[in-house]
């Protein structure tokens, strides 16, 4: 399976074009930090153009916690932001800031707990050195 991650940062996304061209599945940006203000501002859009499209589609939200409390209040805005749709990839956790990293297992575990209990299938999105060095057991 071939596909993308996408956020406002992308701009407007034409998803049938992304189909089109061999992709079979888009992550997308459902927001970042601990306020239901910080969802992405493409999110919807880019949820319901996806699923319009034909593509398996999942989530992630970009993490800036540096404890377990702080991933817990952002894991119950995702949980609220993505509440009554349907996804057929996974939700993850983006955790790529540096200053997480410390006590990244903590705030994996609470995260992932959190949404696991919500009824979501939950995975951790970030680089291959971050989660070599500083999440090897997770």
């Given amino acids: 399976m ?5 956020s406002v940062h992308n701009g ?19 927001g970042y930090g601990k306020y239901a203000s910080q969802k992405d501002a493409k999110f919807e859009a880019n949820y319901l153009n996806a699923v319009k499209a034909g593509l398996h589609v999942g989530a992630y939200w970009y993490s800036y916690a540096t404890t377990g409390d702080e991933a817990l209040e952002e894991a119950k805005v ?6 009554n749709k349907v996804f057929d990839m996974p939700l993850f956790l983006d955790i790529e800031e540096s200053k997480s990293f410390g006590r ?3 705030i994996v575990l609470a995260f992932c707990s959190y949404m696991e209990s919500q009824g979501f299938y939950v995975g951790i999105y970030s680089s291959k050195s971050p989660l070599e060095t500083y999440m090897p057991g997770l």
Avoid at 2 to 6: A, L, N
Avoid at 12 to 29: C, E, H, N, S, T
């Fill in 78 to 83: 995702f949980a609220e932001v993505v509440r």
């Fill in 104 to 106: 990244a297992t903590e």
């Fill in 12 to 30: 407007d996304v034409d998803m049938k074009a992304v189909k089109d061209a061999g992709y079979d599945f888009v992550i997308i940006r459902a």
């Fill in 2 to 6: 071939r596909g993308i991650d996408v």
